[in-house]
């Protein structure tokens, strides 16, 4: 794969970041150098944690790296940066208050690919684990070949799945949902460090309770596929009798608004309910995305008055701590690969 080379930090004005995809056959971006998503209870580990300004991509930016280390399961070192935007004012009221991060302390932020090269530095080669990590490494690849550098290419572990397993009655997934079901510290959630600590201490728990032993970790993921009855959606079902728990489309509600670009709504419905989600009408407490076609996941949806009614209610829903995400169509394709 070829790249443009740059002659200095800021995204190319005549390339759009979609310029530096591969897509396949279906028209689904993939990323060839991503490294392999693991099933193992390592020692020696990196924590990833990333605040964005939205979650696809595409269109949006990182705003702060945060990292730990971990050797024979300690913290030893700790690794935290803001990453200034191009286009500081996407940075919207509704992230800021997420997230706790304001213009103000994004003033004297480095500009990502300084960040984003130290923290490959940082990680050398380790396992990288995440909650949910994929949508963290995804950012940090995408940013770095529109930056003109090599993308991260570490072996990953999602925390997310371990936990979908391990934990199969909550309500939801959130990692505060995991932590306060586990008695774990869940102050200053929705900032990297933070999130970070937390989600070593949920994997630890879990590693501890599942042991070292391979067969034992073996086991627990021949487990995580689960049969069951198929989904009763009102229009689209599906045939499938077996779904993979740990999938992130698992027992969620998904509802799509706008046009999609690469399928119709009924076939992104259909992958939905053969993933084990189910779809909704409308967007309610009991939905977990709101997927947007991309037309209208853009940086001009971020002005209250371009938002659909959709989305200002799932935003609404968010705030006040509902299990809710809204992602593009883009990063829809994304979970269906993980």
């Known amino acids: 794969m070829s790249l443009v080379n740059f002659e200095s930090n800021t995204k190319s004005m005549e390339l759009r970041k979609e310029d530096f995809f591969i897509l396949d056959e279906n028209g689904y971006r993939v990323r060839p150098m991503k490294g392999n998503s693991l099933f193992m209870f390592p020692d020696d580990y990196i924590i990833l944690d990333l605040e964005t300004t939205g979650l696809d991509p595409l269109v949006d930016d990182i705003l702060e790296i945060g990292a730990i280390k971990v050797v024979d399961n ?48 940082f990680a050398g080669d380790s396992i990288i ?58 102050t200053g959630s929705h900032r990297a ?17 599942i042991g070292n032993d391979g067969n034992a970790a073996d086991e627990f993921y021949k487990k995580a596929i689960n049969k069951r009855k198929p989904l009763d959606c009102k229009d689209i079902t599906t045939d499938k009798t077996e779904f993979d728990i740990t999938h992130p489309l698992y027992g969620q509600v998904c509802v799509f608004t706008g046009t999609l670009e690469k399928m119709n709504r009924k076939q992104a419905m259909q992958l939905v309910v053969d993933f084990g989600g189910e779809n909704g009408k409308s967007v309610t407490k009991k939905t977990n995305f709101l997927v947007l076609g991309n037309n209208d996941y853009c940086p001009l949806i971020k002005d209250p008055d371009g938002k659909s009614t959709k989305q200002l209610k799932a935003e609404k829903l968010k705030e006040s701590g509902q299990n809710i995400e809204i992602i593009s169509e883009n990063v829809f394709y994304d979970m269906l690969e993980m």
């Open 74 to 121: 300690v913290i030893i070192e700790e690794f935290q940066r803001f990453c200034r935007p191009d286009d500081i004012s996407m940075l919207s009221g509704f992230i800021q208050k997420l997230t706790g991060i304001t213009p103000e302390m994004l003033d004297n932020a480095e500009h990502p690919i300084n960040v984003i090269k130290d923290f490959m530095q």
């Open 129 to 186: 684990l995440g909650y949910n990590v994929h949508f963290d490494i995804n950012f940090l690849y995408d940013e770095a070949l529109t930056r003109n550098i090599s993308p991260i290419k570490n072996d990953l572990i999602d925390v997310m799945r371990f936990s979908k397993r391990f934990l199969s009655d909550l309500p939801d997934y959130k990692l505060k949902t995991v932590a306060q079901e586990l008695d774990i510290d869940s």
């Open 193 to 209: 460090i933070a999130d970070c600590k937390i989600t070593h201490n949920v994997y630890q728990h879990i590693k501890n309770v």
